[in-house]
Nanobody, 128 residues
């Protein structure tokens, strides 16, 4: 059974940091790019960042560039999203997802229909 499980969300004050984890099982994690998306209340889901299957290529949305980093540990079948200098606008449910095909490098424009295995999401709330 293909599965992704996010963790690490929580409540943080503006300027704080959180590290999200995305643990995979049921498929060969090392063969797939992983993307992080987020959805705020009343807004459409948006792509935040992705990392290629090898970890050699990454991409970030302009809204998080310079504040977020993405990494992966293929031996542990886990991807990470390190979020620093958090802002209230970062408040959302964060999802990780596996790209639709092995070894593909995703395009810069993140379209959720290009990702076919999703986690359940983890809530991130940034507020003073």
């Amino acid at each position: 059974q293909l599965q992704l499980v996010e963790s690490g969300g929580g409540f943080v004050q503006p300027g704080g940091s959180l590290r999200l984890s995305c643990a995979a099982s049921g498929f060969t994690f090392a063969n797939y790019a992983i993307g992080w998306f987020r959805q705020a209340p009343g807004k459409e889901r948006e792509g935040v960042s992705w990392i290629s299957h090898s970890g050699s290529t990454t991409h970030f949305a302009d809204s998080v560039k310079g504040r977020f980093t993405i990494s992966r540990d293929n031996a542990e079948s886990t991807a990470y999203l390190q979020m620093n200098s958090l802002k209230p606008d970062d408040t959302a449910v964060y999802y990780c997802a596996a790209y639709k095909g092995p070894y593909f490098v995703p395009p810069p424009v993140m379209r959720d229909y290009d990702y076919n295995t999703w986690g359940q999401g983890t809530q991130v709330t940034v507020s003073s």
